[in-house]
């Protein structure tokens, strides 16, 4: 018997399909943090046409955990999925030598956000494939992602899920528990944690989510204050770039 949450899993993997059909390319690159959502968002892509059709990349900095490679590696041989690793360091190092160049966490973590978007357009440029994005819904109502870097994809299977919503996906698609058990990070520096750079845990934050968005989005605790105030700030990363092209059009 089909679950409802088998159901839901379907519409996704159709939702994939039917892009793959209809855009008339090879395949699909992802992008392997060895975190939850590239692990969901990569096994989501196998199911739904196939591993052989599916490129994994894994791109670490001079700052990235070697276990969560090994974890991407360990997760695409489960689905049967090619898996490469190509380092962004010398990329990053390249841009290091802009004049002028100013290096904090917030200027790096960006940067090496939109490489790794860059590189993987390179290889679906290569081979006519398209990139799948690996957003939550929690992450992208909060702000939390870079313009044209991991916010960026020619697909996004996750989009509409909540955080939380997430895990139950991977433990219904057997993603390891050692992903699945790995504290939330975006790996942009040693040691950095989602949650903490946050300020709440992704309970609190999908809780505030839907009660302020059955509320009317009035907040009505302190969490609920802060998550409202953090997608109101981030609410130009949701929008199409301000133009005139569309009030031309109205007139």
Not at 110 to 126: E, F, K, T
Request: with cysteine; charged share 25%.
């Amino acid at each position: 018997m089909v679950t409802e949450l088998g159901c839901r899993m379907g519409q996704v993997e159709q939702m994939i399909r039917y892009t793959y059909w209809t855009c008339g390319c090879t395949g699909i690159v992802v992008g392997l943090s060895g975190g939850l959502d590239s692990a969901v968002a990569a096994t989501f892509c196998c199911r739904a046409i196939g591993g052989e059709k599916v490129l994994g990349l894994s791109l670490p900095s001079s700052v990235s955990n070697p276990k969560d490679i090994k974890d991407a590696a360990e997760l695409c041989d489960q689905i049967g999925m090619e898996h490469r690793v190509i380092s962004i360091e010398p990329m990053l190092n390249g841009f290091k030598t802009l004049p002028e160049f100013i290096e904090s966490r917030y200027l790096l973590g960006n940067l090496m956000a939109r490489i790794r978007m860059a590189v993987l357009y390179y290889y679906a440029n290569r081979d006519q494939k398209i990139v799948c994005g690996t957003s939550n819904l929690s992450e992208y109502m909060l702000g939390y992602c870079t313009k044209f870097g991991d916010n960026a994809a020619d697909l996004q299977p996750l989009l509409h899920l909540y955080k939380t919503e997430v895990y139950d996906y991977a433990r219904e698609l057997g993603i390891p528990e050692a992903i699945i058990n790995k504290a939330p990070s975006a790996g942009l520096w040693e040691g950095q944690n989602d949650e903490e750079e946050i300020g709440l845990s992704y309970t609190e934050i999908d809780a505030s989510l839907r009660a302020l968005e059955h509320q009317g989005w009035q907040a009505e605790t302190p969490a609920q204050e802060k998550v409202h105030a953090l997608v109101k700030r981030s609410e130009h990363k949701r929008l199409v770039a301000p133009n005139l092209l569309a009030i031309q059009k109205k007139r």
